[in-house]
């Protein structure tokens, strides 16, 4: 248990919608970020937001945009859903202090049809 | 690109220590080495990190060469849980207030433990 919550846990859109993936942070973390994960690959960062600003991103194209709310919950949104978006999207939290350590969520796996 | 290169694949007996290397000949002064590793269906949990010490914590043993070219994660009795992908990598460490944290995932070692 990480303390890192995400919800859904599972989806299925078709090319061209729009989804929203939400993170509950560990408590006391005020930094997020997210990564996809392909199948058979390792996760790649797609950026990361702290204190509701974004502070870094990873070679994604613009239609991957996120939100930090105050309570340091995050979304990450996708629009206009491809078909090699499927993946497993993984929310990591760490605290100001910490050098590193990220706590990962369970992950939303998103299959896009 | 990741920055280090690891084997596909190893194999360790259930109560024997496992060994896992990773490569990293272009790591810079100011990077450290991390180690974590990804279960089955599960997101990846942090293992252990050093920078050119020798580091043990209670999951693991992380031995950094002279040179710090290469390490290995040493898992000193493998259990049939520590069946996994493990990915070793290397940052610059950014404890500045809020610093990005982009970490940078290769393939990784899957490691299977067998009864």
């Known amino acids: 248990e990480t303390g890192v919550t995400q919800s859904p846990t599972h989806l299925i859109k078709t090319r061209g919608q729009q989804v929203t993936l939400r993170c509950s942070s560990q408590s006391g973390h005020n930094t997020v970020s997210w990564y996809q994960q392909a199948l058979g690959q390792g996760p790649q960062f797609i950026f990361q937001y702290y204190r509701e600003e974004e502070n870094g991103r990873g070679n994604f194209p613009p239609r991957f945009s996120g939100l930090q709310f105050p309570n340091y919950s995050s979304e990450l949104n996708v629009n206009a859903l491809e078909l090699d978006d499927s993946a497993l999207y993984l929310c990591?939290?760490?605290?100001?202090?910490?050098?590193?350590?990220?706590?990962f969520g369970e992950g939303s796996r998103l299959t896009v049809l | 690109d990741a920055k280090t290169t690891q084997p596909p694949s190893m194999d360790c007996a259930e109560g024997r220590a496992a060994n896992l290397p990773c490569n990293h000949s272009?790591?810079?002064?100011?990077?450290?080495v991390y180690w974590y590793r990804q279960i089955h269906s599960q997101g990846p949990q942090y293992i252990i990190h050093g920078l050119k010490n020798n580091e043990t914590n209670e999951m693991a043993s992380l031995i950094i060469t002279e040179d710090r070219k290469s390490s290995t994660l040493i898992l000193p009795h493998a259990t049939l849980r520590d069946t996994a992908v493990y990915y070793c990598i290397v940052r610059v460490a950014n404890g500045a207030q809020g610093g990005s944290e982009k970490l940078v995932f290769g393939k990784g070692t899957k490691l299977t433990v067998n009864p």
């Open positions: 990591a939290s760490r605290s100001d202090l910490n050098t590193g350590e990220l706590f």
């Open positions: 272009t790591i810079s002064g100011n990077e450290y």
